[in-house]
Nanobody
Framework: QVQLVDSGGGLVQAGGSLRLSCAAS????????MGWFRQAPGKEREFVAA????????YYRDSVKGRFAISRDNAKNTVYLQMNSLKPEDTAVYFC????????????????WGQGIQVTVSS
């Protein structure tokens, strides 16, 4: 079983950058796909990005392509979400998630979740 710990959120002005981290407090990410999701107030949780741990294949929602980058550090058992050129509409609680196998756009496919971290982008 994998336990996830999210970190790195905060308040940033539009155009700024943040890097989110998701570490495994127990278990290993080998054989898993890691995803980042976000949920804004009053909205459904939505897919942001995913990476397959073994192959490194990445997936992004259209609105973040070219601005966000998901990556992993095998030695640290940590996945990152580098967020650049942030916009107010990126404001949300961001969640790290894990599932065995390949990446998925559906939150229902992920069995393990971090606690969530707030990202606020001011205009």
């Amino acid at each position: 079983q994998v336990q996830l710990v999210d970190s790195g959120g905060g308040l940033v002005q539009a155009g700024g950058s943040l890097r989110l981290s998701c570490a495994a407090s127990s278990g290993t990410f080998s054989g898993y796909a890691m995803g980042w999701f976000r949920q804004a107030p009053g909205k459904e949780r939505e897919f942001v990005a995913a990476i397959h741990w073994s192959s490194g294949a990445t997936y992004y929602r259209d609105s973040v392509k070219g601005r966000f980058a998901i990556s992993r550090d095998n030695a640290k058992n940590t996945v990152y979400l580098q967020m650049n050129s942030l916009k107010p509409e990126d404001t949300a609680v961001y969640f790290c998630a894990a599932r065995q196998g390949i990446g998925s756009y559906s939150s229902r496919e992920y069995a393990y979740w971090g606690q969530g971290i707030q990202v606020t982008v001011s205009s």
